[in-house]
């Protein structure tokens, strides 16, 4: 069985389309058959296959199905020919890097030999298709579907609640997928039925290199380990299985023999590809190297021919090459590359050797094949790094080789170069007929390698004994260890710094003396890897002891130091001191002595060690059936079609006919008259579109608010960079998005004022937006008044907080199609279908009910898809409208991150006045806010950061807000904007408080928790009734549910006995003050009984279309007729549509969820209204009245099954507060300034959730995505204010190893709220407010830290009062822990000696 399928379906697949193909000699190879094509790769189905062309033509099977191309564009990559020339669109464009997982596929190799099939995950984005040859690829489609059964991957995503938007899905579906195959390959024991050979923690490894935006990890890790043989079910989380008493029969079956991932008829045909010719450029699987040599020397000779050697293409995604190669040069079928052998003294590992193949060789080396103990260590540690090397799917492919290339040639910042500097491997070196071996050394050192040049394998030394052997009785030792800090502990992140340090040592009565020792450093911001010879001369042939190891790192620091333009230099130098520190420490004591015997026990790799799992997690829900099905925790609409891949977004709808396609050109530059745009090149572009191609009366018009219009493109003058220019439009995504990039703006700065780049520049100029009055906050009390009444007072304390990156998994995207009479319907990812629709009818100035703006679902939004889609869905309108084409966009990673504005930046200043026992009596704030070039949402800022602030009675009360207008990119709504700022501001004052008076911000939290009248004083008739102030409660709740006090001992006591690490704790509560909106339905009843429904609000994976769904089956219910029980899966909410359902206005503020269920319950109101009587009727002729029946009774009689409404919430009830509290513990590690966060407790009063699946989905996702901000995420301009942390390498969201070790939450059910929809709470946004409990428990390690730093410095009392910056990231938290701290502590050990 295949994915469900029956095998005999594999029967040969032929794409049917005609292209001539022409024979044309080449070059006098092996095979030499070339084909002269007609098409490219964009008109791929043209593609016309012959049975007997097997040989030089492309063959490979997808999802069983054969496809066979003789004609293909050697550049085109796996996931472009599966999105557009095959119904496969699972497999989703994140990032196109390598970076994000979602482009995720199985690949399966036959091995003719060993008769067996290798399977393994790759990056289809970076999988050049030409090297797939006789390859099976397997997407999650392939695994099932919901017409043959959906495979139990994907109904346990649905079960567990583990899809939300559903963009990551699919790839987290194959790389489960793979895990569990890969399994079932191992020799363990028969794991019991049901359940594969996977341990949990394998299991949840599995998805580690995928990112998901949505979900908070946690409930995918259920999934992964619910597959897992030593799972215990009773701790997997919530899911639609079961509600007590999990048992391994209530979950989907798996059936491990179902699975086989390669197509009995491609073993058959195995053959390599030879030559694949396209047009102008070629692809060659050279056999051995002397076809190698000769190919390499034919083009390089032959001038200006470029050549590419291919080994896994991973390094494209780093270094995103434009360039079109002649000839690709495929290494891997030529069997000295590609083999690894050993003999007596090394390990001869070839170029084109996988990162994973030499993981398990390495792994696999075992004392009976001669390797002593020592070099059995050394290996398993090199391997033990390499795991960390990029994700699971790019260590697949990556080469060793390719790896060292890149950082020979392009200074890469390679972990191999650095781990096999250490351990002095060698290379060889193949230059024409010249082959040579140089140390690794000498290679990095070399002019970087030319084009002629490869590089055939690497040479890793066994241990040889220097002195005295090393026999188990010789007092000689070798140690090794390797280092890297990087942002995720489990890779796929650059190193800050790596290291690895080879030591030999003698152990004898006077301690332990080095008799030789190898320091290699890399990835720290120089050209490559060094060994940092003056130590390494410094330390041999002496005793180590403090004073020694105090000069080595001392003098380690000068010897790590990073190129000038390399970020956090002192940061990376303090990591190479603590690295050393942590090599050499452990072998003395602290007064100097050997620390031996047991050196070699404790430094030897420990065979037996397990990782443990990443996460574990409880879930509290209190449902209620009152109004059933609303409030069940029911399965998210779409769930399942968005695992398998059948789920449809924007870009997966098929081009029609003629489609072109279409990039932005963006300013670079903030302030400057754009003189004009030059392409590199006009070849393959249709048109670049500019403000001048806007129909005459139309406007310059991109998005609106309620404050105003903003541009679509930048007219004379670029307001900053970023800003759009103009639009490419071409025949290929590709090569619109290569125009654009190559394009070339001329620029004019003469005689322009400089740009306005910070908010001080900005209040200097007076450059700011109108906040007007309705959305101005109310100051509160008596500010002088307070200030007087205080017994203390701080002044002028600041804190500035950064932006966030929303980071949805699907990019801005959209696809305008010309219609006739002069109108266009345009598919669009966006949350606001309805202004799109209004910006787009003025900019092409037709009327509104020419443009039809369609969205279905929305790949993630966060509110970047509310303002910042609308110019992507204009500009394609306008293209479209201007060519007479349809035209659509599917944003690069790259431009999205550089256009889309992001979060509000924030400079705040604030003056506070309290009391001895910590009450607050005056807050004084001043904010700037930079706001970017236009008003987007901004004004709204003010309003939301002192709504989220005023969570404390602070007195007095009073503020100045600037928005300021800046030549930076318009900032907008992203997640509880301004909120999340100002409940963290609220903690910093709390914390300063505290911190000033040497009191427990804890205790200073409570001693200023509102009473009701102060709520009632701050939030007026948003605080509700007093008994709708559940704080108190939560707040109580959680300090027992956490076991609050027993941890802060606990914590307390490992700081005490902890000199490197330091734990915090701390339990913040949170106030959000939602808004609800007025917003639309209708429900309608098909003469089946189907209900079709239709609202306002978007389903942007915050599970809208579920609760809807809910509604409605509750409130048709209420007809009482037989048979309304199953009526939820008679409903199917559709796409919004904005000339069938106008008003739909934004989806955002968390609250259009739960007005769209209104809105739906008012429709459904009316229809039970009309059908009750009916139905009344015939219950009078008739025992039973079904559902079916009443309504074919119905529409016989005529009765109007449709029905429309429009909620609009009451002035007096539309704002409320939503409650929640969290506590989280972390651990800091004092020498690299790492932070684990081992616990997060959340408690969240959502009312009487509507379903309380979907919000604990929604609470756990924003608490993660609020960790993002607090800190990992750097959203990082250059001095031009132009985004430069813009992808996947320099912008880091969290990962499951990143997220709480263990993640509690509990929905508290706060009953009866006379004025909710069915007395429900909001959950979308809130919650990210939470996650300042890790900023605020970072902080309280960090505390200690610092204390522990003044006693070793030899000074009284604490040191707390410092800022501890948004996002605390590894070098913030460092630097605060001291830099200096490991020659500190040293110092303080030889001075007290
Ligand atoms: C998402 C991601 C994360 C990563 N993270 C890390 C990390 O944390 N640490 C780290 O060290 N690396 C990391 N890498 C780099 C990765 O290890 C390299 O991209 C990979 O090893 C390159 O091998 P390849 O086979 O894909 O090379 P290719 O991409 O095929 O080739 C790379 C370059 O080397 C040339 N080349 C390849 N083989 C030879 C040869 N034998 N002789 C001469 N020239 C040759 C090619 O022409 C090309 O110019 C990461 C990569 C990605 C995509
Ligand atoms: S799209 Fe391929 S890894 Fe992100
Ligand atoms: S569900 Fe994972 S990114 Fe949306």
Redesign the pocket.
Same mark, same amino acid.
């Given at each position: 069985m295949f994915g469900g399928q029956d095998s005999q379906k594999w029967t040969t697949f032929v794409r049917s389309a005609s292209l001539t193909l022409t024979p044309t000699p080449r070059l006098s190879f092996r095979t030499q058959i070339c084909f002269t094509a007609t098409t490219d790769s964009s008109t791929m189905e043209d593609t016309q296959l012959t049975s007997t062309q097997h040989n030089q033509s492309l063959v490979f099977a997808v999802n069983g199905e054969r496809f066979e191309l003789s004609n293909v564009d050697p550049s085109t990559t796996l996931l472009h020919f599966l999105r557009s020339h095959t119904r496969f669109k699972s497999v989703k464009l994140g990032c196109g890097e390598g970076g994000c997982g979602a482009c995720n596929v199985l690949l399966s190799k036959y091995d003719s030999k060993l008769k067996q099939v290798e399977d393994y995950t790759v990056s289809s984005c970076l999988t050049l298709l030409c090297s797939v040859n006789a390859c099976a690829i397997t997407t999650t489609e392939g695994l099932g579907n919901i017409k043959d059964g959906f495979h139990s991957i994907h109904q346990r995503f649905a079960g567990f609640h583990a899809?939300? *938007? !559903?963009? *990551?899905?699919p790839g987290m579906c194959v790389s489960l997928f793979s895990a569990l195959v890969n399994s079932e390959k191992t020799h363990r024991h028969e794991p019991a039925l049901g359940f594969s050979k996977l341990t949990a923690s394998e299991a949840e490894k599995s998805i580690s290199g995928n990112l *998901?935006? *949505?979900?908070g990890y946690r409930p995918i890790a259920d999934v992964c380990k619910s597959f897992a043989a030593d799972v215990d079910m009773e701790d997997l989380g919530l899911n639609s299985f079961w509600k007590k008493g999990a048992k391994l029969d209530k979950l989907p079956f798996y059936d491990s023999k179902q699975i086989t991932t390669y197509p009995e008829f491609l073993k058959n045909e195995y053959k390599t590809t030879g030559v694949l010719s396209h047009q102008n450029n070629s692809w060659y699987s050279p056999l051995s190297i002397e076809e190698l040599m000769s190919l390499v020397e034919y083009s390089s000779t032959d001038n200006g021919v470029m050549v590419k050697l291919v080994a896994g293409n991973t390094g494209i995604g780093y270094y995103k090459e434009t360039e079109q190669y002649d000839k690709y040069i495929d290494l891997r079928f030529i069997p000295e590359l590609s083999t690894i052998k050993k003999d007596g003294s090394h390990i001869e590992v070839g170029a084109t050797v996988s990162i994973s193949k030499l993981i398990l060789a390495l792994k696999e080396e075992k004392n009976d094949d001669g390797l002593c103990l020592e070099t059995n260590m050394v290996f398993k540690r090199i391997a033990s790094h390499l795991e960390k090397i990029g994700t699971e799917s790019i260590r697949n492919v990556a080469s060793i080789g390719g790896n060292l290339v890149m950082a020979q040639r392009k200074n890469f910042p390679s972990d191999i170069a650095t781990v096999l500097l250490a351990v002095k491997a060698k290379v060889s070196i193949l230059t024409g007929v010249k082959r040579e071996i140089l140390t690794l050394e000498e290679f990095l050192e070399n002019p970087a390698l030319d084009s002629r040049s490869v590089l055939l394998s690497v040479f890793i030394p066994w241990l040889k004994p220097t002195k005295n052997g090393y026999s188990e009785k010789s007092n000689t030792e070798i140690i090794f260890q390797t280092y890297r800090a990087s942002p995720r502990p489990l890779g796929n992140a650059l190193a800050y710094l790596n290291a690895a340090f080879l030591a030999e040592i003698s152990v004898c009565d006077s301690g332990v003396g080095i008799n030789s020792i190898r320091l290699a450093f890399g990835s720290f911001g120089v050209k490559h890897a060094i060994s940092a010879s003056t130590v390494e001369n410094f330390l041999v042939g002496k005793t180590l002891s403090v004073d020694l190891i105090y000069e080595a790192v001392k003098l380690i620091r000068v010897s790590v130091s990073p190129e000038s333009g390399t970020t956090h230099p002192a940061y990376r130098s303090s990591l190479a001191v603590s690295f050393l520190f942590d090599f050499l420490w452990p072998l003395v004591k602290a007064d100097g002595t050997c620390n031996s015997p047991g050196i070699r026990s404790r430094m030897t790799f420990d065979h037996t060690e397990t990782t443990t799992l990443l996460s574990s997690a409880k879930q509290v829900i209190e449902s209620s059936h009152e109004h059933y099905p609303v409030g069940e925790p029911i399965v998210k609409s779409s769930a399942a079609i968005q695992a398998s891949g059948e789920a449809v977004f924007v870009d997966d709808i098929p081009s029609p006919l003629n489609c072109l396609h279409g990039a932005f050109i963006y300013s670079t530059k903030p302030l400057a008259r754009v003189k004009g745009v030059k392409l590199k090149s006009e070849k393959d572009v249709n048109s670049v579109i500019t403000f001048q191609d806007i129909p005459k009366g139309g406007d310059n018009i991109g998005a609106k608010t309620l404050f105003g219009p903003e541009p679509l493109f930048a007219d004379e003058l670029t307001q900053c960079a970023g800003q759009l220019i103009a639009f490419t439009v071409a025949d290929t995504q590709k090569n619109a998005d290569v125009a654009a990039d190559t394009a070339m703006v001329d620029y004019d700065i003469e005689d322009l004022d400089p740009p306005i780049l910070t908010v001080e520049q900005a209040v200097k100029k007076s450059s700011f937006f109108e906040v007007p009055s309705i959305v101005s906050p109310s100051q509160v009390g008596d500010f002088s008044k307070g200030m007087a009444e205080s017994d203390h007072q701080i002044h002028s304390a600041e804190i500035q907080l950064p932006s966030q990156y929303y980071f949805y998994?699907e990019t801005q995207t959209a696809l305008a199609v010309p219609d006739e009479d002069n109108c266009i319907v345009v598919y669009s990812s966006i949350q606001v279908p309805e202004y799109a629709q209004s910006v787009i009818a003025r900019c092409l100035n037709i009327p509104e009910h020419n443009v039809r703006v369609i969205t279905r679902r929305v790949? !993630?939004g966060f509110g970047g898809k509310a303002l910042k889609a609308m110019p992507v869905a204009t500009a394609c309108a306008l293209a479209a409208y201007r060519l007479g084409r349809p035209v659509r966009t599917y944003m690069n990673r790259k431009t999205d991150m550089i256009m889309a504005g992001g979060r509000h930046p924030m400079k705040i200043n604030y003056t506070i006045g309290f009391k001895s026992n910590g009450k607050i009596t005056a807050l004084h704030l001043d904010i700037l806010i930079n706001a970017g070039m236009s008003t987007d949402v901004s004004p709204m800022l003010p309003w939301n950061v002192m709504a989220a602030l005023k969570k404390y009675n602070f007195g007095a009360l009073s503020f100045d807000f600037k928005v300021c207008k800046t030549n930076h990119s318009s900032k907008s709504a992203m997640r509880a904007p301004g909120e999340v700022q100002g409940s963290f501001i609220a903690e910093a004052v709390i914390e300063h408080v505290a911190s000033h008076l040497s009191l427990d911000p804890g205790f200073v939290r409570e001693v200023n928790f509102h009473s009701f009248n102060s709520l009632k004083l701050f939030y007026g008739v948003g605080a509700g009734e007093p008994l709708e102030y559940t704080l108190p409660t939560l707040w109580d709740k959680l300090m027992k549910s956490s076991n609050f006090d027993n941890r802060v001992e606990k914590v307390n006591k490992f700081n005490k006995n902890n000199i490197w690490r330091k734990k915090g704790v701390s339990r913040i509560p949170i106030l959000h003050e939602v808004l609800l909106r007025s917003t639309p339905g209708k429900v309608s009843i098909l003469r089946d009984g189907s209900v079709v429904v239709e609202v306002g609000g978007i389903e942007l !994976?915050q599970g809208l279309w579920t609760k809807v769904k809910q509604m409605t089956a509750y409130c048709l219910k209420a007809v009482q007729c037989d048979g309304t029980d199953g009526l939820l899966e008679k409903v199917r909410v559709i796409q919004a549509d904005t000339l069938s359902m106008v008003q739909g206005g934004f989806t955002s503020g968390s609250t259009t969820s739960e007005a769209s269920c209104e809105a739906v319950r008012l429709c459904c109101n009316v229809l039970v209204e009309r059908l009750v009587s009916l139905k009344e009727k015939l219950k009078e002729q008739m025992d039973s009245v079904t559902w079916e029946l009443l309504i074919t009774q119905a529409n016989i009689h005529a009765v109007n099954l449709s029905a429309s409404s429009f909620f609009v919430p009451e002035f007096t009830s539309m704002r409320y507060i939503n409650y929640g509290a969290a506590v989280s513990e972390v651990e800091v590690n004092l020498l690299t300034g790492e932070t684990k966060i081992l616990q997060t407790d959340i408690i969240y009063d959502c009312g009487q959730s509507l379903n309380p699946a979907v919000d604990l989905g929604q609470i756990e996702g924003a608490f993660v995505q609020g960790i993002g901000f607090f800190m990992l995420e750097e959203y990082l301009t250059n001095s031009d204010g132009l985004v430069i942390a813009d992808g996947t390498w320099t912008y880091k969201i969290p990962t499951i190893d990143t997220i709480p070790k263990q993640l509690n939450v509990q929905i508290l059910n706060s009953g009866y709220h006379k004025n909710r929809v069915l007395s429900s709470k909001a959950s979308g946004e809130p919650p990210l407010l939470l996650a300042a409990s890790v900023h605020c428990a970072t902080r309280s390690a960090i505390k200690e830290a610092r204390n522990q730093l003044c006693s070793w410095k030899g000074l009284d009392g604490s040191d707390s009062m410092f800022q501890l910056d948004v996002p605390a990231t590894m070098p913030v938290v460092k630097t605060l822990c001291g830099l200096d701290n490991v020659e500190t502590y040293l110092r303080s050990l030889l001075s007290s000696s």
């Open positions: 899809s939300q *938007c !559903g963009f *990551c899905t *998901c935006r *949505c979900t998994m790949g !993630g !994976g």
